[in-house]
């Protein structure tokens, strides 16, 4: 029996000890000197308390989660560490001396916040147990995205919404407006799908699309077998006879939190007009306005535990 001062609990099927805690910092610290600091101990307790895919009564091997984490890095060497510089020039304007100096990553920057600027994807509020809330709005998307400038923006979101968390809390949850054309783009979906397994591997605790029509359902069905079990087990379609129940029972203040695009009566169009905050400026979308408000939020989900 396993002395329980030498194990930490987290939100999953199993325990971890502290030595295999260490183990898995040592390992990903010799690969990854730069970037294992990013990943932090509840994060790495959390993906390695997981159950096992191959034998979920047992929890998973420290060698795969291990594995699991060294991905999850090396994904990030090549789609996510550069975003929040990028991001920094797109507010400012082509002349900036920045801008001049580096003419390609301002075209980058400027895709990045023209996807941005749809205000289709965006942090608001927490659930109950303190979880950022990512919201999906695919009216607001085009028909025809930049895929490549799309995927950068929901890994430059989910990144803030990580650094946002409050201790203990290690994933998040999208809640997705999806009745609305435009359907989301095939290969946006499945570069999507490609990020979630790769770069934020037990991440999202719930996405739900709601209220859901015949077109996410058919897109739904048709990417299901191409998920891992534990991701399609977090995907839920709500109707919209259900749609106030369901999402109130997620929102921190219940139905007072469903927005009106869903029936409800918070305005989040205020917050995220159509168009941006910032009419003038290369990134319209109120960024770090944003994030404030989300920290602000978390705060005070804090102060009253």
Not at 6 to 23: C, G, H, M, R
Not at 57 to 82: C, F, H, M
Not at 181 to 192: D, V
Not at 246 to 251: F, N, Q
Request: proline share 8%; aromatic share 8%.
């Amino acid at each position: 029996m396993t002395d329980s001062s030498d194990i930490k609990e987290v939100e999953a099927t199993f325990a971890v000890s502290k030595e295999e805690l260490s183990i898995l910092r040592a390992e990903l610290a010799c690969e990854f000197p730069d970037d294992y600091t990013t990943l932090s101990d509840d994060y790495i307790l959390s993906v390695a308390s997981k159950p096992y895919s191959k034998d979920p009564t047992v929890r998973r091997p420290i060698e795969y989660s291990g594995t699991k984490l060294k991905d999850l890095l090396q994904w990030r060497s090549t789609n996510a560490i550069p975003l929040q510089e990028i991001i920094e020039l797109a507010k400012g304007t082509e002349s900036d001396p920045k801008a001049v100096e580096q003419p390609d990553k301002y075209t980058k920057a400027k895709a990045l916040a023209t996807c941005l600027n749809y205000g289709s994807m965006y942090w608001h509020g927490i659930d109950k147990m303190g979880r950022p809330i990512l919201w999906i709005r695919t009216n607001r998307m085009p028909w025809f995205p930049d895929v490549e400038a799309q995927v950068s923006a929901l890994t430059l979101l989910a990144d803030a919404g990580i650094k946002a968390m409050p201790e203990g809390i290690t994933d998040f949850v999208v809640l997705s407006d999806s009745n609305s054309p435009p359907p989301p783009n095939p290969q946006f979906l499945i570069n999507l799908l490609s990020a979630l397994v790769k770069g934020y591997p037990d991440r999202l605790n719930l996405l739900v699309s709601c209220p859901v029509g015949t077109i996410i359902q058919t897109v739904m069905n048709l990417l299901m077998p191409y998920m891992p079990s534990r991701l399609s087990s977090k995907l839920i379609l709500i109707g919209q006879n259900d749609a106030e129940e369901k999402v109130g029972k997620i929102l921190l203040n219940g139905i007072d939190d469903i927005p009106t695009f869903l029936g409800g009566s918070c305005e989040h169009d205020k917050i995220f007009p159509t168009g941006g905050s910032f009419p003038d400026k290369v990134l319209k979308f109120d960024y770090d306005g944003m994030i404030e408000r989300l920290n602000d939020d978390i705060k005070k989900f804090q102060s009253k535990e």
